[in-house]
């Protein structure tokens, strides 16, 4: 079955980088894009980017000078960078797949941005 | 950027009653439109998307409408399980964009 979770350090210091990996099975990374969304604690939700199934990617344009998308199809993971970390990046991070909506979601990983 | 308001932020109703949220686009999206059902400590589930299918496994007392820039999702006959967030989102364009959230609790 379709599943995807990520993985990740739960604590990151104040201006570092943050390093995510969704991890997916049941589908390929070659046919469907994989998105990154995130929510700050008791707050909405923030789409951040997408991998494409053709490895284009895609970014939120106020986080585009901060964020970089990748994957490695052959161990079906998408990796998720983030740098210049601020305690406003504090949330939790999910990734999801693309059906043009996003029809499966991971568990998530709480990111905490504290020194 | 399409932005995505949606209304109540919070609403407080009895187990049986008929709920309507509000979703409401700054420009057409053309029916690509998601709701998504977020509860306590989980990640979102998708609950219906074209504006007005139903995702697998949810069940008919949630229903979806809408065109254009307008769009609702209504709940008849809350249930306990009910409780939640519920999101809208557009993927007409990117970025995709969110509404902001209703917090449906039991009254």
């Known amino acids: 079955q379709v599943q995807l979770k990520e993985s990740g350090p739960g604590l990151v210091q104040p201006s570092q980088t943050l390093s995510l990996t969704c991890t997916v099975s049941g589908f390929s990374l070659t046919s469907y894009n994989v998105h990154w969304v995130r929510q700050p604690p008791g707050k909405g939700l923030e789409w951040m980017g997408r991998?494409?199934?053709?490895?284009?990617?895609s970014y939120n344009s106020a986080l585009k000078s901060r964020l970089s998308i990748s994957r490695d199809t052959s161990k079906n993971q998408v990796f998720l960078k983030m740098n210049s970390l601020q305690t406003d990046d504090t949330g939790t991070y999910y990734c999801a797949r693309d059906q043009l909506n996003f029809d499966y979601w991971g568990q998530g990983v709480m990111v905490t941005v504290s020194s | 950027d399409i932005q995505m308001t949606q209304s109540p932020a919070s609403l407080s109703a009895s187990l049986g009653e008929t709920v309507t949220i509000e979703c409401r686009a700054s420009?057409?999206?053309?029916?690509?439109l998601a709701w998504y059902q977020q509860k306590p400590g989980n990640s979102p589930q998708l609950l219906i998307f074209?504006?007005?299918t139903l995702a697998d496994g949810v069940p008919s007392r949630f229903s979806g409408s809408g065109s254009g820039t307008q769009y609702s999702l209504k709940i008849n006959s809350l249930q306990s399980e009910d409780v939640a967030s519920y999101f809208c989102?557009?993927?007409?364009?990117?970025?995709?964009?969110f509404g902001g959230g209703t917090k449906l609790e039991l009254k």
């Open positions: 989102q557009q993927y007409n364009n990117y970025p995709r964009t």
């Open positions: 420009e057409d999206i053309y029916s690509n």
């Open positions: 991998m494409r199934f053709n490895g284009d990617t």
């Open positions: 074209d504006a007005n």
